[in-house]
């Protein structure tokens, strides 16, 4: 019995060790059941309540990726593919998958000229931060894209706002590449990225993101039943409409600068797609008329930082020579829903009908 | 039961099972009265995680004053062997005095002076009932008395009630109650095992088990939370015999607990996620998913409760007891009768020698001659209705009783009509395959659509479940 004991305790060692040597995470990560026993998501995983939502939020981008629609398989001939990046916005906080941007551009059916069906993939991200966005954005240019629309708001520029999501700090290796690549005004050291220690990268160490993999495909099995991959309060709150005499934006000073906002992250998105077209779009944001509306747009934007911020914007882009766009305004008051960018589903009505007509525009054009 | 709350009792199982057994039995005892405080999850009325387990000790007390066959309850003899019992209730109690917050019970204890005096009144009315009454009488009230609270515990209504009473006694919010507030671990398996020994005793089998071995059989902390339901004589011997850890224990048990683990903690907690349940049975749409969801559900609470008892029966293993198999591949049998020989199968055997033989017996031996399936059919509804309504006092599970009552009934019936003319038939071997997977294709399928009514809490959500497996 004790070589029993003795077989089993080695068989244990080397199982708990061999993680830290191999880090099967990225591998194990893109072997998934989605797309092959029951559809892909339409967007990316995210969820704080699994048990209702039948969707979770890890930090595995390989698995989060091959547990999306984009990676069934080849892109069919006849498709022209465009992905969104963007915030919670775009993924579609409060919306039911077919309310999504995406899911509504796809619906109306788009062709092009040359006959090629428009076919739009949701890779919104809910966090609002350009750093996370070219995060995703790196993993996103494997699927052929022929277009990327990039939808981004104020909220998502400050350099404060860019290592805090969870997501880019438990990837330190990728970003901090495409800190040093691209020589991005970010610290690559930056204390909160999560650096695993040995006791991290040993079986029992990774044993949460090894369930969390597993739990992933075992949810999806109630996304194919349900369709359901959030859970959306029956009262979901409502935005603000008065506001606090406050003037304050992230610690920056009036006027706003350049140097300011991340511009430098969008200049790396840009190139990190490698000569794919890109648009950028300025998100709408909700317009107050409450008390302080005189000095604020909404809970997130006093006017002095937002006006300064859509000026650098369209002067950034004429400089760079970008395809930019700016809807600030193009979705009335009563269509925002908990938060001053958060759209109902009608909202997300008028703004896809803008989205799919720049894409149909500039694709034509190209 | 958690992971920790398993590996203790494995450590707990393994330093009693290699003791000699003249200390094994008191380990066992002390082991199974302090686990029920541990294990008793916390409850939203004030004290009740600690008066339950404290009831459970009195009510094993009180069983085995009265079916023991030595009728010298006031003797010294008595007395020495409450000591511990007492004394473990003292001893949880005291636990209110520890700071920080003792592990024993999940809230502090209330005052050790309400514990004295409850106990104190419950000893004195119980002696004075022992006294009063005659045994045939006592054990009338007993089962009345283990019934009702057992109808209480498992009537959503009744159960609201009493827990409105106990939180105004309290001085609780009366708006909140609830019966789940009444959760009183391993009651469903405690009455049933009282149940049995009073049944037992009333048709004249008293037992000589010492109230130690008496409470270690009906508080046996293996069997607490998922059973079996074992049959007193049997677990008191195996109790005396005190065979020693062997290796060949230790390797059987070991396997079982961790096959247990594995079932449990593994399989059935990861099916859990997209097993069939009141929530997404609203939400899925109908079809092929909602089979996926029906057979997931079926396997996991096979896993889960397979699980707890092959855990019981390895920790029983380890500490010289054998307990009784519950499960023996149920989901492979041909027919719903051998289903249910092998599904819950002490719980089956339990009502089967309680209620269904003494019931179609009373039926054979009525003045009015009834017909023979009319007695099947009454003492299988009965049976399979009351077996339902062990899990809970709804129409749901009512419907899953005369469910499997139905089928039960119906095999029997196709199976009179059918032997003779099958013995006068040769069936080539490869037919009788096919006989055989249709069979079972039928049975587990039959199983797999009655875990609808299980499943639900209401019959409208069943039957809507029904529709979108079905498509009509």
């Known amino acids: ?366 | 039961m958690t992971l920790l709350h398993i590996l203790l009792l494995a450590a707990l199982s393994l330093l009693a099972g290699s003791m000699k057994p003249r200390w094994r039995g008191p380990v066992l005892l002390g082991g199974s009265l302090l686990a029920i405080y541990w294990l008793q999850p916390a409850t939203p009325i004030r004290n009740l995680d600690f008066w339950f387990p404290t009831a459970s000790i009195l009510l094993v007390a009180l069983v085995w004053a009265i079916t023991y066959e030595k009728r010298e309850l006031l003797s010294r003899q008595t007395f020495i062997q409450v000591i511990p019992l007492a004394g473990v209730i003292l001893v949880v109690g005291l636990t209110r005095y520890l700071e920080p917050l003792c592990c024993l019970t999940p809230t502090r204890p209330p005052a050790i002076t309400q514990v004295i005096v409850a106990v104190l009144i419950v000893a004195g009315m119980v002696t004075l009932v022992l006294i009063r009454f005659n045994q045939r009488n006592l054990t009338i009230l007993a089962l009345l008395l283990l019934l009702v609270t057992f109808i209480f515990l498992k009537t959503d209504s009744l159960g609201q009630a009493l827990s409105a009473g106990l939180r105004r006694i309290q001085g609780q919010d009366v708006t909140l109650a609830s019966a789940l507030d009444l959760r009183w671990l391993g009651f469903s398996y405690l009455a049933f095992r009282l149940l049995h020994v009073l049944r037992d005793f009333q048709l004249g089998k008293a037992h000589n088990a010492s109230l130690g071995e008496f409470t270690t059989y009906a508080l046996f902390f293996p069997a607490l939370t998922a059973g079996p339901i074992d049959r007193s004589q049997r677990f008191v011997g195996d109790l005396r015999e005190g065979s020693r850890l062997s290796p060949d224990s230790l390797l059987e048990g070991g396997r079982r607990i961790l096959l247990g683990v594995f079932k449990k903690f593994v399989l059935a907690d990861s099916l859990a996620i997209f097993a069939l349940n009141p929530q997404n049975a609203v939400q899925m749409r109908a079809g092929f998913w909602t089979w996926v969801l029906l057979y997931t559900y079926t396997l996991c609470i096979y896993f889960d409760f397979a699980g707890y008892t092959d855990i019981a029966l390895g920790l029983g293993r380890w500490l010289g007891i054998k307990l009784p198999e519950n499960f023996a591949s149920p989901y492979f049998k041909t027919n719903l009768t051998a289903f249910w020989n092998s599904w819950h199968i002490t719980l089956a055997q339990w009502f089967r020698a309680y209620f269904f033989n003494p019931v179609t017996r009373f039926l054979r031996s009525s003045s009015k001659q009834l017909p023979v399936w009319l007695i099947i059919l009454a003492g299988q509804a009965g049976t399979m209705l009351l077996i339902g309504l062990w899990h809970g006092v709804t129409w749901n599970f009512a419907a899953w009783g005369l469910w499997h009552a139905a089928g039960l009934f119906a095999h029997n019936r196709w199976s009179e009509w059918v032997r003779p003319r099958l013995a006068i038939l040769e069936m080539p071997s490869r037919l009788q395959r096919v006989v055989s997977l249709t069979s079972w294709l039928l049975t587990f399928h039959y199983v797999v659509l009655g875990w609808v009514w299980f499943a639900m809490p209401d019959l409208d959500l069943s039957i809507s479940v029904f529709h979108k497996l079905f498509r009509f």
């Open chain 1, 1 to 366: 019995m004790s070589r029993v004991i003795l077989k089993g305790l080695i068989l244990f060692v080397v199982l708990t060790l061999l993680p830290t040597f191999t880090n099967p995470l990225p591998m194990l990560g893109r072997v998934s059941a989605y797309n092959v026993l029951f559809p892909g998501r339409l967007r990316l995983p995210y969820g704080d309540n699994p048990q209702r939502a039948y969707n979770l939020s890890l930090f595995n981008l390989e698995a989060m990726f091959a547990s999306h629609e984009l990676s069934a398989g080849q892109k069919p001939p006849g498709e022209y593919r465009v992905l969104l990046i963007g915030d919670s916005a775009t993924w579609g906080f409060l919306l039911k998958p077919e309310e999504t941007l995406s899911a509504q551009i796809n619906a109306a059916g788009y062709n092009l000229p040359d006959n090629r069906r428009l076919r739009v993939y949701n890779l919104g991200y809910p966090v609002m931060s350009l750093a996370k966005d070219l995060l995703i954005l790196s993993y996103a240019v494997r699927y052929q894209p022929d277009m990327i629309v990039w939808l981004v708001t104020l909220e998502s520029f400050p350099y404060d706002k860019q290592l805090f999501p969870p997501l880019v700090q438990h990837n330190p290796e990728p970003m901090q590449r495409l800190i040093l690549g691209y020589k991005l005004n970010l610290n690559p050291s930056d204390p909160g990225f999560i650096q695993a220690t040995f006791f991290d990268r040993t079986l029992i160490g990774q044993r949460r993101a090894l369930a969390d993999l597993v739990r992933l495909q075992l949810y999806g099995v109630l996304w194919a039943a349900t369709g359901i991959d959030q859970d959306i309060p029956e009262n979901q709150g409502q935005h603000m409409e008065d506001l606090p005499d406050d003037l304050s934006f992230h610690n920056l000073k009036a006027p706003l600068k350049r140097e300011d906002l991340a511009f430098d992250i969008l200049r790396a998105g840009i190139s990190e797609t490698g000569g794919t077209p890109v648009i950028i779009i300025n998100e709408p944001t909700f317009i107050s008329h409450g008390t302080h509306s005189d000095v604020r747009y909404n809970y997130y934007y006093p006017r002095w930082a937002y006006d300064a911020y859509r000026r650098l914007m369209a002067e950034e882009s004429k400089r760079m020579g970008w395809n930019y766009d700016d809807f600030w305004d193009a979705i009335p008051a009563e269509e925002f829903t908990n938060t001053a960018i958060h759209m109902t589903p009608k909202g997300t009505a008028i703004f896809a009908n803008l989205i799919a007509k720049e894409i149909i525009h500039l694709s034509n054009a190209r």
